[in-house]
């Protein structure tokens, strides 16, 4: 499934900043105590020049992955497999937009549930022993796709920890009248 707990579909995927590191309603649901990497995208976009094509995730770590508290950009691979095309690509994801890469504040150091409420945040959250972040992205930005029909899966990899996939079926946009 393509968009996790999320009630709209893929009107869910309208109006994300994109990119950006908060919450959003496409974000996929994260089992509470679960580690690594879950990812939402809309099941279908139109194929041609200038389209967007919004994934939108949330990773979770416990102490056994602390050094992905840091920017997830640098951490991970994204993988795009076009199965129309029998065309594979994979590019590490780094934002072009900044550089140097900023870190992240550094979580709290007690758990924010003991004295009341946390305030929400960008950066990652401290869940007990886990860290956790969310992250929202275009794809197109990284892997520019052919302006031509297509379906597509799509998944995070990093060191052990691989994602969920999803599948995307870029279509003919309707004709215009």
């Known amino acids: 499934m393509n968009t996790p707990d999320?009630?709209?579909?893929?009107?869910?995927?309208?109006?994300?900043?994109?990119?950006?590191?908060?919450?959003?309603?496409?974000?996929p649901a994260m089992a509470e105590d679960g580690r690594g990497f879950r990812i939402a995208a809309p099941r279908r976009v139109n194929a041609g020049d200038g389209v967007r094509l919004p994934i939108c995730g949330v990773w979770q770590f416990g102490p056994e992955r602390?050094?992905?508290?840091?920017?997830?950009?640098?951490?991970?691979?994204?993988?795009?497999?076009?199965?129309?095309?029998?065309?594979?690509?994979?590019?590490?994801?780094?934002?072009?937009?900044?550089?140097?890469?900023?870190?992240?504040?550094?979580?709290?150091?007690?758990?924010?549930?003991?004295?009341?409420?946390?305030?929400?945040?960008?950066?990652?959250v401290k869940r007990a022993s886990l860290t956790a972040g969310y992250y929202n992205f275009d794809l197109t930005r990284f892997i520019?796709?052919?302006?031509?029909?297509?379906?597509?899966?799509v998944f995070l990899t990093q060191a052990q920890y691989h994602s969920n996939t999803v599948r995307v079926e870029a279509v003919a946009p309707p004709e215009e009248k």
């Open 66 to 124: 602390r050094e992905l508290a840091f920017e997830l950009w640098e951490a991970c691979v994204l993988v795009l497999v076009d199965v129309t095309h029998n065309r594979a690509r994979a590019v590490t994801l780094r934002d072009p937009s900044r550089t140097p890469v900023e870190p992240l504040p550094k979580p709290p150091d007690s758990d924010p549930g003991a004295g009341g409420r946390a305030a929400p945040s960008d950066g990652p």
């Open 144 to 153: 520019p796709l052919p302006p031509a029909p297509a379906v597509y899966y």
């Open 6 to 27: 999320a009630a709209g579909g893929d009107l869910a995927f309208l109006g994300i900043t994109l990119p950006s590191r908060a919450p959003c309603e496409a974000t």
